[in-house]
């Protein structure tokens, strides 16, 4: 009797993102990633039953790190609009090595189809439906939340370079200066 094969399914979404970022997410297909994980193409089958699968267990590992650190904030600051937006803020900032894996997450999900948008969609409807747009606390929690994301793909698709020093100070300024 033959002892079971595991499948470590994180080095698999591990190498499927080296992949994206090394070839384009065009590139990713399910022979890439046994290649890049030095396993068979039928051990990621096993993990991951299809390309959508993978894509998806990519998509939702990122978020739910982020889910994690912004759940914690929210449990010890409150339930409101804007502890969400800060909630979030900071989840960006201290899941810095998260912030390319989290990029190539959502190339790889939004090159599929328009539909498959829904999950970012909703994700952020949770955070921006929650804020009171009449209020100036409301605006520049939405505001924080637009730069947020905006240095998270300036620095994810490696159109700007952001140290981790800057990467940092950009998040507390953002603090400081809109949800201060």
Known sequence: M?????????ALLDAAERVVLREGAGQLTM???AAEAGVSK???LYAFPSKDALIDALFNRVFASMDKIAADFIARAGDNGENWAKAHVLASRDAETLSTERSVALIANFMRSP?????AREYYATILDRLDLTTLTG??????????????????FDFHP???EDWKSI???IQDILLG
């Open 42 to 44: 039928g051990g990621v």
């Open 31 to 33: 022979d890439a990633v």
């Open 162 to 164: 952001i140290t981790a």
């Open 171 to 173: 998040h507390d300024d």
């Open 2 to 10: 033959g002892r079971r094969q595991t499948i470590d399914r994180s």
């Open 115 to 119: 539909e498959y948008r829904k999950g």
């Open 139 to 156: 605006r520049k929690a939405r505001l924080a939340l637009l730069a947020c994301e905006g240095a998270l793909l300036l620095r994810g």
